[in-house]
């Protein structure tokens, strides 16, 4: 077993020093070049047959082959498109749904306020619209207005208690 191990680590060294010698260094990266432009050549000829370039010098069975490669690039290729697509309509469904949801959200916070406004004109203005006679003198005032824009207009101040005392004091306003 020590034998083996020696020897084992003398091969190590000796290949180590062939890579550390200039000469031996040279000459693997030599054979590391040629090999690889042998591989990029290669490559290059198969992508020009697969672009349907220099197909001439191919048998029937290698354009059979190329033919089936091809019909699964495509088969993988369109795979791959449908799940993008599927994934990218998930998302806009799910970014619908949230609109929708906002959108719903929206409306309530609208009608919410739609309905205190409602409250608070009843609360400042429910007094003068229950009162019809009232509100016949203020739409007989904004008539009068309407036909003469230069009118003088005489406002009071009056409490809600003093029911009367309002409607004799806008029957004596008098306008012009």
Not at 143 to 151: K, Q, Y
């Given at each position: 077993m020590k034998s083996v191990i020696g020897r084992y680590h003398k091969a190590k060294e000796e290949q180590q020093q062939q890579i550390t010698s200039p000469t031996s260094e040279v000459k693997f990266w030599q054979r590391e070049a040629a090999m690889l432009k042998q591989q990029l050549q290669s490559l290059q000829e198969n992508h020009r047959q697969m672009m349907g370039e220099e197909l001439s010098g191919l048998s029937v069975q290698d354009l059979q082959v190329m033919e089936n490669q091809l019909e699964m690039s495509l088969r993988n290729i369109r795979t791959k498109k449908d799940?993008?697509?599927?994934?990218?309509?998930?998302?806009?469904?799910?970014?619908?749904?949230?609109i929708h949801h906002e959108n719903v959200e929206l409306c309530k916070k609208v009608n919410h306020i739609r309905e205190e406004n409602t409250e608070l004109y009843k609360q400042v203005y429910g007094i003068r619209e229950t009162d019809s006679t009232n509100r016949n003198v203020f739409?007989?005032?904004?008539?009068?207005?309407?036909?003469?824009?230069?009118?003088?207009?005489?406002l009071q101040l009056s409490q809600p208690d003093q029911h009367e005392a309002t409607e004799a004091s806008l029957q004596s306003t008098s306008l012009g």
């Open positions: 799940q993008l697509l599927f994934e990218e309509i998930e998302e806009l469904k799910r970014k619908g749904n949230i739409l007989t005032n904004a008539l009068s207005i309407r036909d003469d824009p230069h009118a003088t207009i005489h």
